[in-house]
């Protein structure tokens, strides 16, 4: 455990995913943690909306103000944070834990910001032993250990990795939360102003600084996939995914290979396939009609009865292959996104390891995917 006055802070503690993040850990029972935020009185009425127990610790601090974030960070061993857009409020945050060697963790799918982080932080993050883990919510975390545990399996009984893996949204029930649209909106206007962020947004390898790998798929326009054999589409969390998949393998030396192909779509039928490219484009619209915005959600049971399927098809150019599962028992975006990034900071508590920027996988894939299938409801499972 940390050696800190607190092994957790939640920080964003009363904004929609933080309230589900901290009820969770109650829930789940544990101990040393903290809630922190603007506000110390709404983090007061979380504390008792979600059943904490009483005096459970308050700080207070603001993205805007780097000396309370600072202050924060000397208190906490690891800084969950839900406070997005992340290029808008994390930065401070970001570079104080580099700077300090404190940990982590957020639910981020903004992938140019991530890459400026990368670059302007990492060599410190490195030097202060601070673990930066990117990414463990519904971005990315079903893809990223999806393809790892696959892989693992591969390996396994074929002796060597697959050389090409088409993820899949099999099923899916729940929307992109309030954060994910606001992250969009902020990221496309920075890109406008920007060109370099340009090239990350559309760069499969914008995550391995120094590595560029095979063509990829683009993955924009409707296919007909044999392998699944119905039609598939554009999936809106794909240009993330991705990436951080990209990642993770750069992170382990390149464990799936130098030549690695990695696509995600979402399934669909002939019938369906106008239609579900057309909703998907809407949705994956900042600029569009949805009311979402950061701090909104649904109400629980609709986080109950939301779910998701992936499906990830490996073959190699030998005819090797194998087909893997994840799923989720609650809504992506905010009942499975507050219990993955509540396992993940548990998980970074228990491992040992170097400094550094890192994807859920390419870091703690093995005991991270324990805890998840044993206390958030994913489930893990080699079909073919």
Known sequence: MGKKEFDIVVYGASGFTGRLVVEYLVQRGIKGW????????????????????????IIEADASDVASVAAMCKRG????????????????????????????????????????????????????????????????IPSDL???FLQQAAKKKFG?????????????????SGGTM?????????????PKLRTYLTDPFALTPGFVGPEQPAGIVPVYDPTAGVWAVPFMMAPINTKNVHRTNFLLKHDYGTDFVYDEMLLT???????????????????????????????KDERESGFYDFVFFGESPDGSRMQASVKGD????????????????????????????FTPGGLMAAPLIEGLTKYAGLTFEIEA
């Open 34 to 57: 903290a809630m922190a935020g603007r506000s110390a009185s709404k983090l007061e009425e979380v504390g008792q909306l979600v059943g904490a127990p009483k005096g459970t610790p």
């Open 182 to 194: 606001a992250s969009m909106k902020a990221t496309l206007k920075a890109s406008i102003k920007d």
């Open 146 to 148: 999806g393809v790892w």
């Open 269 to 299: 039928t002939l019938g369906e396939a106008s239609q579900a490219l057309v909703d998907a484009a809407a949705k994956a619209n900042p600029f569009g009609g949805s009311g979402l915005k950061p701090g909104d959600g649904p109400s």
């Open 77 to 140: 061993q690891i800084i969950l944070t839900t406070v997005g857009p992340y290029q808008l409020y994390g930065n401070e945050l970001v570079a104080v834990c580099s700077e300090t060697g404190t940990d982590y963790v957020d639910l981020c799918g903004e992938p140019a910001w991530m890459r400026v982080m990368i670059d302007a932080h990492e060599a410190a993050a490195k030097k202060s032993g601070a673990r930066i883990v990117f990414s463990a919510g519904f971005d990315s």
């Open 160 to 176: 060597k990795p697959l050389q090409r893996i088409k993820g899949r949204v099999r099923k899916m029930k729940g929307s992109a």
């Open 330 to 357: 609650r809504d992506p975006g905010y009942g499975s996104t507050s219990k993955m990034m509540s396992e993940a900071a548990l998980t970074l508590l228990e491992v040992e390891s170097p400094g550094g920027m």
